[in-house]
């Protein structure tokens, strides 16, 4: 494919699909803007930005919006934009996505793919030496697994809502459990892929037919939406059916952990919020970094869902004015950039009062149904020189009578239920994305809606919580206020009467009865996941025999809520979460090869020896 140049507006001029060759002799088509100087001619040799993304280097980028332009931008405006202040910036498609040569495998070539972009941009004329990063979800994917491998010339970097510290414990697998989003986004972006036709028709019959395979379990390759793609199902069932961490999960690509000591010592900004899949990555590049390196660092959690920051709700929940990133953090999303690569880049020096942590503390608000139908949550935004702010840990205790205990009291006992995975629980938000049409991230009440995707009949209205394979254990009415800030550590001692099962884990802020909303409402805060076989270790299975006792800790992603007076804190234990999570048939077979379902008696003791229990961040009040 033949490179073509052109002027954009007098400001810049584009060279389009430049065919740059990787280590393998596959090419990767790349997009290089460069700004016109006085005479017409571009000035050399300037700062690079690079933005490798496989949702198309022309394309419209659903993030690239504002509070006050809410109209999708293309990445080609966005490239003109930073052009237009004095960078080049090259854009460009990942292996095997639109105008780029090779095979898609999600993930696994973009280290060494953006390594050898890095030697590419170093060698062009117009490149001083100094190359910056950007990129939202797998642009902040492509961003890290570079980085793992120390590319030359790499000065600074942008991560927003990714960025793998390690797939296997968060963002493909959870737990030992496996994220099903990964499902839905092959599904979406198979339908781009060069084989599929672009119809509306087409489209909405492939989401009923996803719907189809939803209810469907366990799925099988070359039966599913995908097996017109091979390549997108091969890469689905490749990492579906990984369940021990095994080398593979150590790749670059997959496992930041693993290579944090190679990243370069440069500035770094980490964009994240408490209803992305990724908060978990974020918080850990920031804290691995922060551990390692010298160079500022900038961190910034918000309350939204994936890349919606310029908005002030997540699913039926409202955060109020100050919960965007707009007008509180930075003007907007491409001003917050510009500042970063001003400073970084050309050596622009930023304001002197700036506190390089920022994150929304969610809570506050009246608690009424404000005019688009949301609860108001309400919410601030809190600044410091580093994560996590103070906090002191405060346990509660799991008991027999479903209360929350500041102590374990009372005899020793255990609570039982009956897990059907041919009746899982049913998702109602939480931190995920791409998941539609079958799920949707955000802050929900824990009630069954019309609108509710589920794997068996359809939804009853009724709470989650009524549910007889949930378990509820909450506070009493809170008489002061509580601030729940960083890490939550569910521990359990559990048994099943079956060889593998799973145990959920959902922190809920639950609303007293109000005149907006007469049988309360009850917010999904954060949740996790624990797969029994695993309990020994990552990279081992080990079944369970009947009725043995064994203790283990699920890891709930980190939020930031304050929980008011009269509101009660409630964990719900279960064993399954679906679709966030692929279902456990508690039967012990090899990952995602199970043939048949088997309904499992769980139980979760308490008290005694085995006192179940939350472990919570609290921060003290002003």
């Known amino acids: 494919m033949d490179a073509g140049r052109e002027t954009v507006r007098g400001a810049c001029e584009v060279e389009r699909d430049v065919m740059v060759p990787m280590r393998d002799g596959v090419c990767l088509a790349t997009d290089v803007w460069r700004p016109l100087g006085a005479e017409g001619t571009p000035p050399s040799p300037l700062p690079v ?118 797939a296997y414990r968060s963002g493909v697998r959870h737990g030992g459990a496996f994220e099903l989003k990964q499902a839905t986004w092959a599904c979406r972006h198979a339908l781009k892929s060069a084989n599929a036709v672009e119809d509306p028709a087409l489209i909405r019959a492939r989401e009923e037919e996803l719907r189809d395979w939803f209810r469907r379990m366990p799925w099988q390759p070359e039966n599913s939406p995908l097996a017109a793609t091979p390549e997108y199902e091969r890469y689905l069932f490749e990492q579906w059916r990984g369940g021990t961490f095994s080398d593979y999960w150590r790749q670059p690509g997959l496992y930041a952990e693993g290579y944090y000591d190679s990243f370069p010592d440069i500035p770094t900004a980490i964009v994240g919020s408490w209803y992305d899949p990724y908060v978990s990555s974020s918080l850990a590049h920031y804290r691995e970094l922060l551990r390692r390196n010298h160079s500022p660092l900038r961190l910034i959690m918000g309350p939204w869902t994936h890349g919606n920051r310029s908005v002030t709700f997540a699913g039926d929940i409202d955060f109020g004015r100050q919960a965007t990133l707009d007008g509180n953090i930075a003007d907007d999303y491409r001003e917050l950039r510009l500042a970063w690569f001003r400073r970084w880049l050309r050596d622009v020096e930023p304001r002197e009062d700036a506190l390089p942590v920022s994150w929304f503390e969610m809570g506050g608000g009246s608690g009424r149904r404000n005019s688009a139908g949301r609860l108001d949550h309400g919410g601030r935004w809190r600044h410091a020189r580093q994560w996590p702010p103070p906090t002191a840990p405060r346990e509660f205790y799991f008991s027999a009578d479903g209360l929350l205990r500041p102590a374990a009291s009372g005899e020793a006992g255990y609570l039982e239920y009956r897990y059907d995975p041919d009746d899982p629980v049913p998702t109602i938000g939480g931190s995920l994305a791409s998941g539609e049409p079958v799920m949707q991230g955000g802050a929900f009440d824990q009630r069954e809606t019309p609108a509710l995707f589920k794997y068996r009949g359809a939804p009853t209205g009724r709470p989650l919580s009524e549910r007889a394979d949930v378990l509820t254990f909450e506070t009493p009415p809170l008489e002061t206020p509580l601030l729940v800030t960083g890490d939550i550590l569910v521990e359990l001692f559990v048994s099943s009467d079956c060889p593998d099962t799973d145990f959920t884990a959902k922190l809920v802020a639950v609303y007293p009865p109000s005149q907006d909303f007469p049988e309360g409402f009850a917010m999904n805060l954060t949740d996790g996941i624990f797969r029994m076989r695993y309990r020994d270790g990552w990279d081992r299975e080990t079944t369970m025999r009947p009725g043995e006792v064994c203790v283990i800790r699920i890891e709930l992603c980190a939020t930031s809520n304050l929980f008011q007076a009269g509101q009660r804190l409630r964990l719900d234990i279960s064993s399954s979460n679906y679709p966030r999570f692929d279902i456990n048939p508690n039967t012990g077979a090899a990952e995602n090869r199970a043939g048949e379902f088997r309904i499992a008696t769980n139980r979760v003791y308490v008290n005694g020896a085995y006192a179940s229990r939350v472990v919570l961040p609290v921060v003290e009040r002003e």
């Open 49 to 166: 930005i690079l933005e490798r993304t496989p949702y198309d280097k022309q394309g419209v980028s659903r993030s690239e919006v504002s509070a006050t332009n809410p109209r999708s931008a293309t990445r080609a405006e966005i490239a003109a934009f930073f052009a237009a202040h004095g960078f080049i910036v090259v854009t460009q498609d990942c292996r095997g996505r639109y105008r780029s040569q090779g095979t898609f495998r999600k993930y696994m070539s973009e280290a060494e793919d953006g390594y050898d972009t890095l030697e590419w941009i170093l060698r062009q004329p117009w490149c001083n030496g100094k190359i910056g990063t950007m990129g939202f979800s797998y642009g902040a994917h492509t961003q890290c697994a570079l980085a793992c491998l120390n590319p030359p010339g790499l000065a600074c970097m942008l991560i927003d809502s990714g960025g793998l510290s390690s």
